[in-house]
């Protein structure tokens, strides 16, 4: 039986751990979706970079996201615009979790140029999401603008209002190629 001594994985299992496709810190990152877990999945989009929080969110994949934001813009003369997309399936953080992606975003000001946040649901349970979601936002203070939208293609509106080299439809496939693409099996 292990100890303390035990440098085990807690949080995820060594299955989950098994099945995420790792970010190679040499390479440069492709287009596309890079890492999915049934918990997490992430891609790129050229000045994009896209999450879903799909069931519970892990420390380990804020310091995925965190690695992931530096390498997307390393070179880039421009910002990053970055988008999270929360499923009705995504359990709310726990408060390491919340203040650790707070922290994310507050310290991403020269990566980031607009954050959007999307929540798809209707009732108490989206009311509490998007309370949770607002608090995060509001505990980062970011210095870039930052909007919370129920629905995908509000999001990709706002981006592309804001940011013209940036159409809607590359927001749109990226984040439905996050959600379709299952990388775990």
Not at 2 to 17: M, N
Not at 132 to 159: C, D, E, K
Not at 163 to 169: I, N, T, Y
């Amino acid at each position: 039986m292990c100890r303390s001594r035990c440098r085990g994985p807690t949080t995820a299992t060594v299955a989950q751990q098994r099945d995420v496709i790792p970010l190679n810190e040499q390479k440069p990152i492709r287009n596309g979706v890079v890492r999915s877990t049934p918990d997490f999945g992430a891609g790129v989009s050229d000045r994009i970079v896209a999450v879903a929080w799909k069931r519970v969110t892990l420390a380990a994949d804020i310091g995925f996201l965190r690695s992931l934001l530096i390498r997307a813009h390393a070179g880039k003369p421009q910002p990053l615009v970055f988008v999270q997309f929360v499923p009705p399936t995504a359990q709310p953080p726990a408060a390491r979790e919340r203040e650790a992606v707070a922290k994310l975003l507050s310290e991403s000001a020269g990566l980031l140029s607009h954050s959007a946040t999307i929540y798809i649901g209707q009732g108490f349970r989206a009311a509490m999401v998007r309370s949770i979601i607002i608090g995060i936002n509001a505990l980062a203070r970011p210095a870039y603008p930052i909007r919370v939208f129920s629905t995908l293609s509000g999001a990709a509106a706002w981006i592309e209002h804001n940011r013209r080299d940036l159409p809607a439809k590359l927001t749109t496939d990226l984040v439905e190629a996050i959600l379709r693409t299952d990388l775990t099996g």
